[in-house]
């Protein structure tokens, strides 16, 4: 695939405060690619750059090869759907979704064509001629989509749109924006700052932290081998325990923590601060093959989960999370000992 969207040492400035720094970002064509971070990371001003809806203060923006830097939203080959929708309460929904196309001098009879046409691709048909008001919060998150892609957009922004949905229906919609975005082939780029949506629907995360892309992967490798301290953190929960280098040989590094010493893979200078990450599932109650004793310990805090058991255990003076298996029948103030396969430990050193 060839790049669709590509930011070049670009970087974003109001007033003063830097709340891009420079960075460069390529997405491919026909690509879901999810921005995601906490409030104020900067994703937000990322799509809008993109979008044109913010010029950067240094950098160049490019989308198929074709530099966009200065173009207005209007003249750009995208369109955006805000969180808030931004639907027209006067108009029908057929009118709503053909008013980019209006704004394009389609013909009447065209447009009103392609609106029918979008509103059946997400499961509205039939809709044409209701108000707005007469619409569900789902309904009306389908209607600005529909209304997005009906000007074929080479790139959908998304920015935030599935936060004001309850979690079923936000569920129900990831799926028709995956749905959506592999029968249309545009390149998506989506907004959000729920790890778990993106974990869901992405083909890409970028993991954003002020300004700065802090990793950026396909969400399997993003969640299970983070590349810094912040994705660790921010990708769901995990065990984070610090500690200094005190040998390094054939591939592999043993890391003191203070309570234990544990050999872990991967590369990193005698004496450096590092800190080692494991996810709760990755904790274990019996050891394994080419593993890792993370020490005794006893049980503090146990909730049942449905498909497990989210356990709070005290190791050496150190709170571990796991998530054990609900027939381990684990009990408060029982005493285990945890374990973890070597492969699974993530050292990390920023």
Do not use: W
């Not at 955006?80 to 053909?98: G, K």
């Amino acid at each position: 695939m060839s790049d669709r969207v590509e930011l070049r040492q670009v970087s974003k400035a109001y007033e003063g405060v830097t709340v891009v720094e420079t960075l460069d970002l390529a997405m491919k064509a026909g690509e879901f690619v999810v921005l995601l971070g906490p409030s104020g990371s900067g994703k937000t001003t990322l799509l809008n750059m993109i979008g044109g809806f913010a010029n950067p203060s240094a950098g160049q923006v490019f989308i198929d090869g074709e530099e966009v830097t200065d173009l207005p939203p209007a003249k750009r080959p995208t369109a955006t759907v805000f969180q808030d929708y931004a639907l027209f309460p006067h108009m029908s929904l057929a009118n709503n979704v053909a008013f980019g196309l209006r704004m394009r001098q389609v013909p009447k009879v065209d447009r009103l064509a392609k609106a029918a046409e979008m509103l059946k691709l997400v499961g509205l048909e039939g809709y044409d001629g209701r108000g707005v008001h007469q619409l569900s919060g789902g309904q009306r998150q389908r209607v600005a989509l529909a209304r997005a892609m009906a000007v074929e957009p080479k790139v959908l922004l998304l920015d935030e749109p599935l936060g004001a949905l309850d979690l079923a229906l936000r569920r129900q919609m990831q799926e028709e924006l995956v749905r959506l975005q592999r029968r249309s082939g545009a390149t998506f780029v989506h907004v959000t700052h729920d790890q778990e949506e993106a974990m869901s629907i992405a083909d890409r995360i970028v993991v954003v932290n002020k300004g700065r892309i802090e990793d950026m992967g396909p969400p399997d490798r993003v969640y299970l081998k983070p590349a810094s301290l912040f994705a660790a953190k921010f990708m769901g929960e995990s065990n984070v325990l610090a500690g200094r280098v005190i040998e390094q040989s054939g591939g592999e590094v043993k890391v003191d923590t203070g309570q234990s010493v544990i050999v872990v893979r991967g590369d990193s200078p005698v004496g450096s601060a590092v800190h080692l990450a494991l996810r709760p599932e990755q904790l274990l109650l019996a050891p394994v093959p080419d593993g890792i004793g993370l020490g005794r310990g006893r049980v503090e805090v146990l909730s049942f989960q449905g498909t497990h058991c989210r356990c709070h255990c005290r190791v050496d003076g150190i709170d571990l999370v796991l998530r054990a298996p609900v027939s381990a029948s684990l009990m408060p103030g029982q005493e285990v000992t945890l374990y973890a396969a070597k492969a699974d430990v993530v050292l990390l050193r920023r």
